[in-house]
């Protein structure tokens, strides 16, 4: 293997600041989670007019993944090929998230709806824009095995903070200053907090690519190449192991949407464990313990690969939510508390298995960022063809498609519980149907997600071996896979021979 100088090399601090674009998308899509509350409560949409309007816009969110995706890999500006995207995409939700949640419920009825629509869909444009620069910046931040893995734990502590500390304000501070999601107010206060901290974050993570995307640096790897939309299908048809990384971070992310809807958290915290408070404590009481799951990950990711990590906390994931199944279906799981003086067997139980699950859930929801990275070099190295922008738009495309069916999912379970004019709020009687519903929802659809993860990882060929090859014929500059050209000859060689002979 050649020797380390060879790594297109970052510092630790350059991946970490380009893990905060990732956390800036996140803090609005955590915004963007109880979008169904606001147009429900605020706005007066009914529940299923909301599912349905929110499946529409995903789709047409992930469409705009292959169009952004083309725009991307062919920009060479003299502002890089990244930075500008990460600008523009954070501009336009911030100011169409200002529109949406603000304005929306005093526009007048009859076009109300067609309102929610177009700035949604403005909104969708702009997260966009920021998504696809953090599926495919990776390329150029560094290629050297042992660092990729390192993104997986940035992004871990981030995701984790921006999730955690958005649940943890809502909860225990927004929820009790405005009497519940009723209130506007909440939703006002809450956007210009988000507009504020994606803004800053957007802002140093573009620092932290800077020195990376510039012309030149990025010319050394492109060469003089042009890319064509006809390009794409071959690119496709050819680079089996992202279909297949696509294919288990969509079963992953269908789970995710499902488990993490604002509507199963309250009926999780708010209605099953009758303290909805819970949802934003328990993301700070357990930060701390997560990270050291995340980094014993992040380990066995550098000395294994981060094939064999993704695959060993799968199913370890499977295994401990089995066992959160159990400890919800426990009968005294209402009696989990945070306080000192109640602390009782449940809480520990509940706490401990909670640890250890989420670790596994941000392993298995963040390692597949930096595999991106992996694809786009066995792209560049199949094809000789650098296109990180697609690799990003492609993952992004079914990614969100399969998110906006996660959302979908949850709307008509809901509807099939007979919520037809209103979402199950903070406080409602807990029914057998309701808890078996959750359980099902928080339980259930992660595991058959992980199970589909796990078949579809055994057809994914770039594990470590393969990838210290590859980076080591890219530095040598075999970047269109001339060997495996050669060998796909003698193979047509052989079989010609063989008619022949027949």
């Known amino acids: 293997m050649k020797p380390k100088e060879q790594y297109n090399n970052a510092r630790y601090w350059q991946i970490g600041l380009f893990s905060l674009n990732n956390a800036s998308t996140n803090l609005y899509l955590a915004l963007m989670g109880y979008i169904s509350y606001y147009a429900n409560s605020i706005a007066g949409f009914g529940v299923m007019l909301i599912s349905s309007l929110l499946t529409g816009l995903s789709i047409f969110d992930a469409v705009t993944d292959p169009v952004v995706g083309f725009l991307l890999d062919r920009t060479k500006g003299r502002f890089g090929k990244f930075r500008p995207f990460m600008m523009l995409g954070n501009l336009t939700m911030a100011v169409s998230s200002i529109l949406l949640y603000y304005t929306t419920h005093k526009v007048d009825s009859c076009v109300r709806i067609i309102y929610f629509v177009a700035v949604y869909g403005l909104f969708v444009l702009g997260f966009t824009f920021q998504t696809v620069v953090a599926k495919s910046g990776q390329t150029i931040l560094t290629d050297n095995p042992k660092q990729r893995p390192l993104s997986t734990y940035f992004d871990s502590l981030f995701i984790m903070a921006a999730y955690g500390g958005t649940a943890l304000f809502v909860g225990n501070y927004l929820v009790p200053k405005y009497g519940g999601f009723t209130n506007e107010g909440l939703f006002l206060e809450y956007t210009l907090w988000v507009v504020g901290l994606s803004f800053a974050g957007t802002l140093l993570a573009m620092a932290g690519i800077a020195s990376k995307d510039k012309p030149n640096v990025i010319a050394a790897q492109a060469g003089h190449q042009k890319i064509h939309a006809r390009d794409y299908w071959e690119i496709i048809r050819g680079n089996k192991p992202i279909r297949m990384l696509i294919f288990a971070a969509c079963t992953d992310k269908f789970a995710a949407t499902v488990y993490s809807h604002t509507t199963v958290g309250v009926m999780l915290y708010g209605i099953l464990m009758k303290n ?75 706490v401990v298995v909670y640890v250890l699950l989420n670790g596994c859930k941000s392993i298995t929801n963040n390692m597949v960022v930096p595999m991106i990275a992996d694809c786009s070099d066995y792209e560049r190295y199949r094809s000789g063809k650098f296109v990180p922008g697609l690799m990003g738009a492609l993952f992004s495309f079914v990614d969100k498609v399969f998110t906006a069916l996660g959302t979908g999912f949850v709307g008509v379970v809901m509807l099939i519980m007979g919520y037809n004019q209103r979402l199950p709020q903070i406080g409602d009687p807990v029914t057998a149907g309701l808890k078996w519903t959750t359980l099902f929802l928080y339980c259930g659809v992660p595991i058959i997600g992980w199970i589909c993860s796990l078949i579809s990882m055994r057809h994914y060929s770039l594990d470590q071996q393969k990838m210290h090859h590859i980076t080591e014929e890219l530095h040598s500059g075999d970047v269109c896979g001339k060997a495996k050209e050669r060998k796909g000859g003698r193979k047509a060689l052989k079989k010609g021979h063989r008619g022949r002979q027949k």
């Open 276 to 350: 909805y408070g819970i949802s934003g404590l328990i993301g700070v009481v357990t930060a701390i313990p997560t990270l050291f799951v995340v980094s014993a990950g992040i380990h066995v990711a550098q000395r294994m690969g981060q094939k064999k990590s993704l695959v060993l906390f799968t199913a370890l994931g499977i295994f401990f939510q089995l066992v959160m199944t159990g400890v919800l279906m426990s009968g005294r799981i209402s009696q989990v508390s945070f306080s000192i003086r109640n602390v009782n067997g449940i809480t520990i139980w509940f």
